[in-house]
Every structure is written in structure tokens, then in C-alpha cells.
């Protein structure tokens, strides 16, 4: 083989490795009673993690399927209701980052870290 061989192959292969699609990674939360992940339910992660140091509940806006629009009112109130978000904010001392739990439909959606809730 000659040179110009190998980088032309080498080349190939570093280029399906930037373009191949990374594994999703869902974020956890550590809690002294086990791991809370995405999927588990409202209970699940209150046994887990124990209760919030803060809850807030909203109606989240309902968007047409499978794109970027909002459903306009009075549509939105009327024909589609709004989707209920739980969020829970576990403050986990000195040295760890806030933790945000966020519920759809009584199931973890995401998980997010911050020095600050937004």
C-alpha cells in the first residue's frame, strides 16, 4: 500500500466518525435513596430523592403535530388542552449544582443542572 492509500482511508474513517450520530445521553440525578432518570414517575423520584426544596406547576403551549407552530386560541383552550409541567428543584449542598426535574404527563422529562433556576 502506498501512502496516499492510508490517508485517503484514514481520512474516510475520521470522516464516518464526526458524522456517525452520537448516543443520546439522558441526564440522572443522584439521590441518597437511588438514581432518578427519565422515564420514572412523580413517586419514583420522590422516593428516590425525597421531596423538592421548590414546585411550580404550568400549562405548557401545545403545538401542531410534528412541527414548530403553536396551536392559536381559542383553538388551544378548546380543542386541544394545554400540557401540564411539573418542575422540581432539588438544591444538593455545597459544591453540586442545583437540579431541575421536569414532569410531562407524571413522568420525567428532563433533568437539567444550573447554578440558578430558570
Same mark, same amino acid.
Given at each position: 500500500?502506498?501512502?496516499?492509500?492510508?490517508?485517503?482511508?484514514?481520512?474516510?474513517?475520521?470522516?464516518?466518525?464526526? %458524522?456517525?450520530?452520537?448516543?443520546?445521553?439522558?441526564?440522572? %440525578?443522584?439521590?441518597?435513596?437511588?438514581?432518578?432518570?427519565?422515564?420514572?414517575?412523580?413517586?419514583?423520584?420522590?422516593?428516590?430523592?425525597?421531596?423538592?426544596?421548590?414546585?411550580?406547576?404550568?400549562?405548557?403551549?401545545?403545538?401542531?403535530?410534528?412541527?414548530?407552530?403553536?396551536?392559536?386560541?381559542?383553538?388551544?383552550?378548546?380543542?386541544?388542552?394545554?400540557?401540564?409541567?411539573?418542575?422540581?428543584?432539588?438544591?444538593?449542598?455545597?459544591?453540586? %449544582?442545583?437540579?431541575?426535574?421536569?414532569?410531562?404527563?407524571?413522568?420525567?422529562?428532563?433533568?437539567?443542572?444550573?447554578?440558578?433556576?430558570?
Amino acid at each position: 500500500m502506498d501512502r496516499m492509500t492510508i490517508r485517503v482511508g484514514l481520512a474516510s474513517l475520521l470522516l464516518v466518525g464526526a %458524522l456517525a450520530p452520537q448516543a443520546s445521553r439522558a441526564e440522572t %440525578l443522584r439521590c441518597s435513596g437511588g438514581i432518578a432518570s427519565e422515564g420514572d414517575s412523580r413517586v419514583a423520584v420522590a422516593y428516590k430523592c425525597g421531596q423538592p426544596v421548590l414546585q411550580d406547576s404550568y400549562c405548557a403551549p401545545v403545538y401542531y403535530e410534528g412541527s414548530l407552530h403553536l396551536v392559536p386560541e381559542p383553538f388551544a383552550s378548546w380543542r386541544v388542552p394545554c400540557q401540564p409541567v411539573d418542575e422540581w428543584l432539588y438544591d444538593r449542598g455545597p459544591g453540586n %449544582l442545583i437540579a431541575t426535574v421536569r414532569f410531562r404527563a407524571g413522568r420525567v422529562q428532563a433533568i437539567v443542572y444550573g447554578r440558578q433556576p430558570r
